[in-house]
């Protein structure tokens, strides 16, 4: 089976990433996607997750292997057994846990600070 080509994530991703971008902390939104990855992997979010499964109504925004140009978030999927049976869903769900996870902290705030999403 081919592993997924392209990456989608949800509409509130999406505001997610605009207001992460806004905060300049990212110049483009695919890093603001890795960081949100990386965090996914650092909180253990995907913990009890079915990762094939995660996220529905999903708008195709890259490709995966310009998101993973080296295959660290693949790979790490791979090893860990996160999602066996494709890790490019793996790395998309990775992203829209982390994603989800940073929104839940950032949608009422004016003010973003990334090292808070390290805090608790």
């Known amino acids: 089976m081919a592993e997924l080509a392209q990456i989608g994530i949800t509409d509130e991703n999406v505001k997610c ?5 806004r905060s300049e902390y ?7 996607a890795r960081f949100a990855a990386s965090l996914a992997i650092n909180k253990k979010l995907y913990i009890g997750k079915d990762l094939i499964n995660i996220g529905t109504k999903l708008n195709t925004r ?8 080296d295959y660290f978030f693949r790979n790490f999927i791979k090893h ?3 999602c066996p049976s494709d890790y490019g869903i793996g790395l998309r769900s990775l992203i829209i846990l982390g994603l989800d996870y940073i929104y839940s902290k950032i949608k009422d705030s004016e003010d973003i600070l990334i090292g808070e999403f390290f805090d608790d």
Not at 17 to 21: A, N, P, S, V
């Open 17 to 21: 990433l605009e207001k992460l971008k």
């Open 26 to 32: 990212f110049d483009e939104m695919q890093d603001a």
């Open 62 to 69: 890259w490709n995966t292997s310009l998101v993973d140009p």
């Open 80 to 82: 860990c057994e996160l």
